[in-house]
Nanobody, 119 residues
Framework: VHLAESGGGPVQAGGSLRLSCAASGDTHTIEAVAWHRQRPGESLQRVARITLGRNTDYLDSVKGRFIISRDDARNTINTVWLQMNDMNSEDAGVYYC???????????WGPGIAVSVSS
């Protein structure tokens, strides 16, 4: 499985961005996809996750502001989006897409995409 993130970049505080994660390869093995972010000097934290069955969960600090969604494919996940609204400086960092797979314990990671928030 290969993952590619897009949609990052600079945004002003209070603004919005929509990240996309496009999966290719053995996507039928994907069971869930999550967005993680890494702020400078900090460890990776999971921001949002969506399962094959469309169950979602969010980091407390993004609840009500971020929305994770996926494409309409029934038994696979091809694309996952992260709509980020009312952004603040805490949302800046590198965002990584991670796919959990039934074939590979560690799952698969995208290369990451940077998001910056200016006041």
């Amino acid at each position: 499985v290969h993952l590619a993130e897009s949609g990052g970049g600079p945004v002003q505080a209070g603004g919005s961005l929509r990240l996309s994660c496009a999966a290719s390869g053995d996507t039928h093995t994907i069971e869930a996809v999550a967005w993680h972010r890494q702020r400078p000097g900090e460890s990776l934290q999971r921001v949002a996750r969506i399962t094959l069955g469309r169950n979602t969960d969010y980091l407390d600090s993004v609840k009500g502001r971020f929305i994770i969604s996926r494409d309409d494919a029934r038994n696979t996940i091809n694309t996952v989006w992260l709509q980020m609204n009312d952004m603040n400086s805490e949302d800046a960092g590198v965002y990584y897409c991670h796919a959990e797979s039934s074939w590979y314990v560690g799952g698969y990671w995208g290369p990451g995409i940077a998001v910056s928030v200016s006041s």
